[in-house]
Nanobody
Framework: QVRLVESGGGLVQAGDSLRLSCTAS????????MGWFRQAPGKEREFVAT????????YYADSVKGRCTISRDNAKNTVYLQMSSLKPEDTAVYYC????????????????????WGQGTQVTVSS
């Protein structure tokens, strides 16, 4: 069983930056693409960013492009989401997720593409 644990959320002001981390258990982390999603109250969970298993390819939602950077450290089994110029509309619970199949590249934005999910970390941006 894979366990994903997010951290780094908090209450910040508009324009601030925040770095989220997600650490995975197990020894196969480096074989899988990872994704970040978010869910605001009353809304569906939405794609934010994804990074390929190698780290060579990254993809972003239009809403965060230019303000967020996803990266990974396979030696630490950790994926990061660096967010800058935060806006109140970025307020949500942020979840990391592990791809359902190994060695995949490409942009996968649908939640069923990911098999394992963390418990989420709250990000609140005040205006």
């Amino acid at each position: 069983q894979v366990r994903l644990v997010e951290s780094g959320g908090g209450l910040v002001q508009a324009g601030d930056s925040l770095r989220l981390s997600c650490t995975a258990s197990g020894r196969t982390f480096s074989r899988y693409a990872m994704g970040w999603f978010r869910q605001a109250p009353g809304k569906e969970r939405e794609f934010v960013a994804t990074i390929s298993w190698s780290g060579n390819s990254t993809y972003y939602a239009d809403s965060v492009k230019g303000r967020c950077t996803i990266s990974r450290d396979n030696a630490k089994n950790t994926v990061y989401l660096q967010m800058s110029s935060l806006k109140p509309e970025d307020t949500a619970v942020y979840y990391c997720a592990k791809d359902s199949l190994p060695w995949r590249d490409g942009k996968r934005t649908a939640t069923p593409s990911y098999l394992y999910w963390g418990q989420g970390t709250q990000v609140t941006v005040s205006s």
